[in-house]
């Protein structure tokens, strides 16, 4: 019995072929089991040496080879032969111990029986091993030179019933199954299993022949039921067969595959050489001919043509079953797709252009003007070529001559700037295409992907170029201001290239890996701020600033175009209805605030579907004109109020700042109040760290200007200040609130309240200075636009109130002041005791003329009092 087992387990062995036991009595058998049992009595009653083992686990009934070679190994086995040759084989719990102590070892292993020792050249021993029994380890009585310990046998347990016979035959089959599936496993351990009787022997036999983890073979050797050896193994031979036949299944999908592969070439050597019978072109030499003919009608660069070339040489040497072969082809496709002499004639009628953008935008004459003088110079440049031709110009060697423009449109949101665009392109007869660029983080968008990846692709500004058609585009570049940026690279930094009119000239794509012009492509950006573009691109454009629009014109640009637009999208005729001026002003005074017309053309959208659904119904057959009165009709009660300023400064302690937002110009209240305490100052509001440092400048001037302001000077000793910034939701920084929040620490204190419809904006310093600040025009728009009639700006401010509408300037006081005091003096209310009528407290917009002794008055600026 153990010889056939051992005969499959030790093929490496050399062994001598014993003879075949053809039949031995039942006296025989008695003296051999009482040997047996005698000899395991004995591993029970005395110590044994214990041989530790890697990766590995003996079981009983299995014959072993055994390579040992740590010294303390070889020692254990010259000592115990010839005379006892019993040892206790346990598996260590770490294969990557060299020499495992008691700890490092499970204490369940098999008592086996060295048969033979072999002595190889290079020291090493090899050991001919049965194993006989269980044992489990008592205690270690010894650990050098080699481990001994104490062990007692734990035979395992097994009852004959019909469920072990049908779990036995269940076992042999799939392990049957296993030997089948797996071809390095000979048949005849099949056949072993199948005529082994004892379900141990069974158990033991299907385990150390199949592939097990170190922890499922421990885990089988120590369990003491064979009924529950065998469902384990049950388990893992379900697994294991899964996987062969998954594997054999996939072997054979991969054969398949590839015999219809061999079936497919041959049939297509077949087609080609039906082809060739009949005269005709093949598919691959169709696809050479028809892309060498687009490479000479492209009209491609010189370096561009010999690569295309090279790569339809390449092309032409390959099977057309070869992966990159289509590779190629794809590459070749657009190589000869793209626009490299097609162009959009321009349409260079002034007359024509100026008539198009005053059709399609009310106002922005800067913008308008920049792009007549460019057909201006493309006119004249067009003229004057063949004089120019006989010039020499040194210049010319160094420089070349620059076609295309970059500009960048920078305005708060609504104004229009991405439908300038389409309008541009429409007055100079060019085609237009638009980019997104909000949110772009990989720099491979803009310059596209090198060839050596599967799936690259040409940057959006290639592709964008070859479904235009043309190489000479109005090529919107939108949100520029909002690119990201992050490991796979910097995409603004991949602009600098497109929108340098010294470089783009020979802008290259990873994807095409060759020169393309882009000279001749008017770029133009949007943003909304230019904090947020690096300098370097910035650099590279020419900045248009669009400012918010005043009333006035929203009323224009309402009329002229948001209502005509409405009323054809909302299915109604322009007779049916009618949008009053003064309806237009009180929807933007009473129902937007902002600095475009998104807002307003959304609410003359709800009035038209109002209206058209009375039409449908047949509610209304007259026409409809929408007066200041109806408007509360349609889009319900007023949303903003006009007398809320008013109200909140009525009390000390308030002011109103001008603030610049990336939507635009806007106002923000700061507020103060005084405690009970002691030198604390509390800000809150969500504020930076500049603008809570300018709180502390504007607290430490009051303070020192406590006497001159008729102020108590121990007040801080005695108080503690909270000043606060409403919207505590909205971050906010800058210093440009300085002298607002001196002038609220200044009337908390005073007890003086700020003069009605008074918003002021500027930068103090410690000694009391009021410094220049920016966005002075969105910032006066934005106190237009909440009905603000005086602004308090910083006197070397004077300039860019040039930049402020006519129609803001006429309605507007702007007091110039160049110091905190002068500022104190135009903003707050004079004492009661120095106006006892109280008169100066409502004049509004009224000439400033009390100050404090001893400080000059602010200079002011009054147009159209």
């Known amino acids: 019995m153990h010889d056939g087992y051992r005969a499959v387990q030790m ?58 070679g740590q ?36 204490t369940v292993g098999t008592a086996a029986q060295i048969h033979r020792v072999l002595k190889t050249p290079d020291g090493t021993i090899r050991l001919l091993v049965q194993g006989i029994e269980r044992v489990r380890i008592l205690e270690y009585v010894q650990e050098d030179p080699y481990l001994r310990a104490r062990v007692e046998m734990i035979p395992e347990t097994l009852e004959e019933n019909i469920e072990m016979e049908a779990l036995t035959r269940a076992v042999q089959e799939l392990f049957r199954r296993m030997v089948e599936l797996e071809p390095q496993m000979p048949d005849e351990l099949a056949v072993m299993a199948l005529n082994v009787q004892d379900s141990k022997q069974l158990s033991y036999l299907v385990a150390g022949s199949m592939r097990l983890t170190h922890e499922n073979a421990q885990a089988i050797l120590e369990m003491d039921n064979v009924f529950d050896k065998l469902m384990k193994l049950t388990q893992l031979l379900k697994k294991e ?106 349409n260079l009628d002034i007359g024509h252009a100026h008539t198009v953008l005053d059709e399609d935008h009310y106002g922005l004459d800067e913008i308008k003007e920049r792009i007549l003088e460019f057909l201006a110079v493309r006119k004249l440049r067009a003229e004057r070529k063949e004089m120019r031709e006989d010039e020499e110009d040194l210049r010319d060697k160094i420089r070349r001559e620059r076609e295309g423009v970059v500009l960048c449109f920078v305005g708060p949101p609504g104004v229009g700037k991405t439908s300038l665009g389409i309008s541009i392109a429409r007055a100079m007869g060019r085609k237009f295409i638009r980019l997104a660029l909000g949110g772009v983080r990989d720099e491979a968008d803009i310059r596209g992907f090198r060839r050596t990846y599967i799936g690259s692709m040409p940057g959006r500004i290639i592709q964008s170029l070859r479904r235009i058609e043309t190489k000479n585009p109005v090529f919107m570049l939108d949100e520029v201001d909002k690119l990201g940026r992050d490991f796979r690279g910097d995409p603004s930094s991949a602009l ?34 230019l904090d947020t573009i690096p300098g370097p691109l910035r650099d590279r454009m020419e900045i248009i600033e669009l400012s918010s629009y005043t009333e006035a014109e929203k009323v224009q640009i309402a009329q002229g175009y948001l209502i005509p637009r409405q009323i054809r999208e909302n299915g109604l005729r322009p007779d049916e209805v009618e949008f009053r001026d003064g309806s237009l002003r009180e929807i933007i005074q009473g129902y937007t605030r902002e600095a475009g017309v998104r807002s307003l053309e959304r609410q003359i959208g709800k009035i038209c579907r109002k209206i058209a659904a009375k039409v449908a119904a047949g509610e209304i057959a007259e026409r409809v004109s929408i007066g200041a009165a109806d408007v509360v009709q349609y889009l319900g009660k007023r949303e903003i109020h006009s007398d809320e300023i008013i109200e909140r400064v009525e009390a000390p302690g308030v002011a109103v700042a001008l603030a610049w937002t990336a939507t635009g110009g806007d106002i923000m209240f700061i507020e103060a109040t005084r405690v009970a305490g002691q030198k604390g100052f509390l800000l809150t509001g969500q504020l930076g760290e500049v603008m809570k440092e300018s709180a502390q400048a504007a607290l430490s001037y009051v303070r020192s200007r406590a006497p001159q302001l008729g102020i108590d000077a121990e007040f801080f000793s005695k108080s503690d200040i909270h000043l606060h910034v409403p919207a505590g939701a909205i971050p906010k920084d800058g210093p440009s609130a300085g002298i607002t929040m001196a002038t609220a620490l200044a009337s908390l204190l005073t007890g003086r309240p700020l003069r009605p419809k008074v918003g002021m904006t500027g930068e103090i310093t410690l000694r009391g200075k009021v410094l220049p600040i920016g966005g002075v025009k969105e910032k006066v728009l934005a106190a237009a636009r909440f009905g603000l009639n005086t602004v308090i700006l910083p006197k070397r401010n004077d300039a860019d109130l040039d930049d402020v509408p006519d129609v803001v300037r006429q309605e507007m006081k702007f007091i110039l002041v160049d110091t905190v005091d002068e500022a104190l003096d135009a903003a707050l209310c004079p004492r009661e005791e120095d106006d006892p009528s109280g008169e100066a407290a409502g004049a509004a917009g009224a000439n400033v003329d009390g100050h404090t002794p001893g400080h000059t008055p602010a200079f002011e600026v009054t147009v159209g009092q």
């Open 496 to 529: 600098l290239e497109v929108l340098d009119p010294e470089q783009n000239r020979e802008f290259r794509d990873h994807y095409l890996d060759v020169a393309f012009d882009l000279s001749q492509v008017m770029f133009i950006t949007t943003a909304n701020v």
């Open 241 to 346: 067969v899964e996987v062969l036949e998954l594997g054999r299944k996939i072997q054979s999908e991969a054969q398949g595959e590839m015999e219809k592969m061999q079936r497919e070439y041959y049939l297509r050597e077949q087609m080609k050489a039906i082809q060739k019978e009949l005269g005709e072109e093949d598919e691959h030499a169709a696809d050479i001919r028809e892309l060498e003919e687009r490479i000479v009608a492209a009209g491609m660069p010189e370096e561009a043509e010999k690569e295309a070339r090279r790569e339809l040489d390449r092309m032409r040497r390959m099977p057309i079953q070869a992966a990159e072969y289509s590779v190629i082809k794809t590459y070749l496709d657009l190589m000869v797709s793209l626009p490299w002499q097609q162009t959009t004639p321009d």
């Open 71 to 106: 010294k303390r190994s070889i020692r254990l086995v010259e000592d115990i032969l010839p005379e006892n040759r019993m040892i206790a084989l346990v598996s260590s719990r770490d294969e990557q111990v060299e020499e495992p102590r008691p700890e490092d070892i499970y």
């Open 11 to 68: 093929d490496n062995w050399d062994e001598p072929e014993e003879d075949q036991v053809i039949f031995e009595s039942e006296e025989y058998q008695e003296q051999v089991n009482a040997e047996m049992n005698a000899q395991m009595a004995s591993i029970v009653s005395d110590d044994l040496p214990v041989l530790p083992l890697r990766g590995i686990v003996v079981y009983p009934m299995m014959w072993l080879p055994l390579p040992i």
